[in-house]
């Protein structure tokens, strides 16, 4: 089992910069932590992938935000920063965390809570 817990969103202006964090807490010593990912879900959109970095490490963004976000993952903390830069309206959205986790033989995912980011003037 794994805990995400994140923070930092707010109320920003278009063009403002922000930082979300995330901390994934494992309940026990079998949970290894093998990628973390930041994704976010606007009202009435589906679910879309920000950014992933994997352990190596490996790092992905998506489409969307390639160029103005960065991640930044500290494998010795699980913890994981989603810097946002040049915000626009459309980055309004639920900004989730999610965890992957190796355990035994097995390989989970884990979602935060979300937070909430919301880009207007």
């Known amino acids: 089992q794994v805990q995400l817990v994140e923070s930092g969103g707010r109320l920003v202006q278009p063009g403002e910069s922000l930082t979300l964090s995330c901390v994934a807490v494992?309940?026990?010593?079998?949970?290894?932590?093998?990628?973390m990912s930041w994704y976010r879900q606007a009202p009435g959109n589906q679910r879309e992938h920000v950014a992933t970095a994997a352990n190596g490490p490996r790092v992905t963004y998506g489409d969307s935000v390639k160029g103005r976000f960065s991640i930044a993952r500290d494998e010795s903390k699980n913890t994981a920063l989603l810097r946002m830069n040049s915000l626009k309206f459309e980055d309004t959205a639920v900004y989730l965390c999610a965890a992957q986790a190796l355990e035994g033989s097995y390989v989970r995912d884990y979602w935060g809570q979300g937070t909430h980011v919301t880009v207007s003037a």
């Open positions: 494992p309940s026990g010593p079998g949970s290894i932590i093998t990628a």
